[in-house]
């Protein structure tokens, strides 16, 4: 039932914008949010300031092995977060839970009334893009843009993936390029909130 709603979690790939919508939504909501960044955070985006060892990651290691180490990461946090969440389900502590290690085939094991999930996905055109405009892309030097490159390769499989997932294990898919789309996410999970607040 809609009324029991007490665990948002929002996966995808990076750049989907997570983490803005949870922002906006545990703000409105009056809920705690975490990223899964916040507990352990995987080689990430290189640029801005980036350390060697990251640039380094990216430029030597193949893109099966970079995808490896991406899953096998993932893995190895999901026990922890498995452990988070249901903390605050026993708790009855309305939570937001963001990020790329939530992945639909985990969520798919823990999908009840109490917990809500979905998937935000766009385009991998759209992610491209998104992701070169961070970086600065179009005015980097050769060599940081193959590190770009590299990044960009990893993060557009894992969305195809988690996508396929997605299907695969009944989470919730949203498009995150659709304004309205996301709009119309974001008016729904704040009307589950008001009725659980106002069944409690």
């Avoid at 409105?28 to 300031?49: K, Y």
């Avoid at 490159?149 to 390029?177: P, T, Y």
């Avoid at 704040?190 to 106002?198: F, T």
Wanted: glycine share 4%.
């Amino acid at each position: 039932m809609e009324d029991d709603l007490l665990i948002i979690l929002i996966s995808g790939s990076s750049h989907v914008g997570k983490t803005t919508f949870a922002t906006r939504l545990a703000e409105e909501l009056g809920w705690e949010s975490i990223s899964t960044d916040s507990l352990a955070r995987h080689p990430g985006r290189p640029w801005l300031g980036v350390s060697p060892h990251v640039k380094e990651y990216y430029s030597r290691l193949s893109d099966e092995a970079i995808y490896w180490f991406l899953l096998a990461h993932h893995e190895n946090m999901w026990p922890m977060m498995r452990q988070r969440i249901c903390a605050a389900q026993s708790a009855q502590a309305p939570l937001i839970f963001e990020g790329s290690a939530l992945r639909p085939e985990y969520l798919g094991e823990i999908l009840s009334r109490e917990i809500r999930s979905f998937l935000l996905y766009a385009d991998n055109n759209v992610l491209q893009e998104r992701i070169r405009a961070e970086a600065g892309y179009h005015v980097a030097d050769a060599a940081s843009r193959h590190v770009i490159d590299r990044f960009i390769e990893r993060s557009l499989r894992d969305n195809l993936e988690m996508h396929a997932a997605a299907l695969k294990h009944g989470v919730q898919i949203a498009d995150a390029a659709d304004n309205a789309a996301m709009v119309g996410l974001f008016d729904e999970m704040v009307s589950w909130a008001a009725k659980l607040v106002s069944t409690r």
